[in-house]
């Protein structure tokens, strides 16, 4: 038994966490979260990230890339979300993950070593505006009869203004959904700004209309099976995201509450305090062990994997949105100001708690595996 | 990550499963067997079982050979603890003395104790109590008021202990008692093992909420027990009771998820049964318990591994008893919101009987009390783990 993470991977975040404090602290984090009209894309953090290997960690070695699995990646994911770091690393890796699990050998060579390298950015549109994210309400795209065009809208969709690679989920003319890839500048795509409050990050809506795409085909996945795959390392990967906001966010309240004094004592002496604090500590423990057995079930096809993705993601959603709310709760007054950093964590864990399916659809999603 | 068990552990896994398979009666598996016994009688049965458990060697799973144990690895007790709960084996009847008295024996027990308790207990032939809680001295354990004098060779025992489970089966008692006139809090207590068959001794049944009598009182007026019967130095009691309870931290995460587990799909059954599965509001609460259920499991294999590579869990055991109580008790009185009021009804149907889940439904206020309460262990996770102050 050996529910841990290994000495290598220990190392990898290490890496990563002390490349990011060095090169991208919480300063360089403001300048992005205070310039909205910015694509929100350091290239300093970008270029860093793919130097360390953190774009090729899931590409197949023969694509460049390191060929590790979803447990080193969540890694990454988990350290950037402890930075609120900015930039498309989810989308990119998520991407790479659709050409590897479905694309064929043709489609992986034209595109996998350019996202390892960190040269393309990739991103992915699964949902339809409203629609739900298992594709059973407003997929949002369709397919025509040709089989290469495709038209609809999705959202939200992170990073359509720096990406040159879309992989988008679409319904074809039979009803059947897949994977397409629409290249950046095709015909009839455009790219609608939305802005969010989480300005760590960049969010628009994908139009396309009449816009030529190329189905992933050929690979091990494909059809619902293939949007099923990459909607489920979304969730893992964002849930593990949001893991790493909860743990810093907690750290920082716990670190400000041991020294900050009222009535005469440390407010971190206080039970009311202290019990809730406790509580959120189990809580992001929990959280974080959930992600580590989901991102390992997917590696090695745990038929409990959906049980696994389910949870990991309701858990980190919840425990993420207590843990950053309460780090604006217990730092007080200070912590409802735009130049305190609590802002950053909450907006960040606020926006992610519903991608990839919110918690309560996850938990709707345990109830039909285990209910009905 | 690896979450296999090596080839010999799963070698222990068949040989149990097949044993199991044996000497357990299919009408134990059914939810109110145990419930339509005497007390006496369940007690019995159950003695009678764990003695044949012990005979065929699936007894003390880690505990050295040397004490007539296996000498298993941490994860043949995972094992043993999944598997005796899937099979709907009994609890055992000496459960305190196994898991708390017998390691502390084993760690700074005289070679006299170690010969004349562990083997004994191991073949369930004395039942051991324990006895810390009084009724000045719950949460507050160092509150203890029971006293002993000294007269010769023995000390003479006046006070009394509540909360005690088995106190109505028991044959001897482990418990904490102040030695030292004046002393105050952790300072001159030590600790005894005192002889419930004596005439200084009296257990009386305490009636729970539940109707139950799984606990007891025990009253010591002018017992009597020899000096050498203190485990531990005279006056060291409080370091012998935290080596103690310092023994908890095996406690079976893998064994409870099982069980609880279990217990959330016959709970999904009555919700189906009843017309609530389709219940929008039920399904959310139910999955939600589903996730806490499941993280206890990953956290039980987290705790496992931090064992098997020696390190101290300290403080986390608050985590995980706080995670598994507060997870039980979420999933039985989910069990209200998602049936309504034919929760309360012992036969809500004639062909239905709820008297067992109800019976889980009331034991579940008390495991947030017991072993430390939920509001003790979020004192320690803020201070030990997260350092606050106190």
Redesign the interface.
Known sequence: ?????TEDQQAFAATVREFVADRFDLDAVRAVVEDPDGDGHPMTLWKGLADQGALAVLVPEEHDGLGLGL?DAQVVARELGAAVAPGPWTTTVLAAEALRLAGSPAQQAAWLPALAAGETVGTVALRGEAGSWDGRSGRGITVDASGERLSGTASPVDYPAVAGLFVVAATDADGAPGLYLVEAGAEGLSVRDQRTYDGTARVGAVELADTPGELLTGGTLSGGEAVGAVTARGAVLTAADLVGVAREALTRT?DY??DRKQFG??V??F?A???T???L??GV???E??V??AA?ALDTDDPGAD??VA?AK??ASDAAWAATGAMIQFFGGIGFTWEHEAHFFYKRARRRAPLFGSA?EH?????AL??? | MDLTYTAEEEQFRAELRDWLAGSIPPEWAEPGFWRSLDDDESFRLRREWEAAKTAAGFSGIQWPTEYGGRGGTPGMKAIYDEETVRAHAPQTVNVLGLTFLAPTVMAIGTPEQKSEIIGPMLRNEVIWCQGFSEPGAGSDLAAVSTRGVRDGDDFVVNGQKIWTTNAMHGDKIFTLVRTEPGSERHKGLSMMLIDMHQPGVEARPLKQMSGASEFGEVFFTDARVPVKDCLGEIGQGWRTAMLLLSFERGASGVGQYTEFRRQYDEIVEQMRRFGRSDDPVARQKMANCLVELECLRYHAMHILTQVEQGRDLGAESSMTKLQWSETFQDLWEAFDDVLGPEASLERPRPDVDLTPYQAQAMWSRSVTIWGGSSQVQRNIVAERVLGLPR
């Open positions: 038994m050996f529910f841990a993470l447990l716990v509450d041991r004592a440390p971190g002496s039970q305090i202290k019990h604090m406790a509580d500590h189990v423990t929990m959280a062990h959930a580590l057995f390992h049980i696994a949870v309701a858990k309560d938990r709707e999603r345990l109830a285990t209910i009905d």
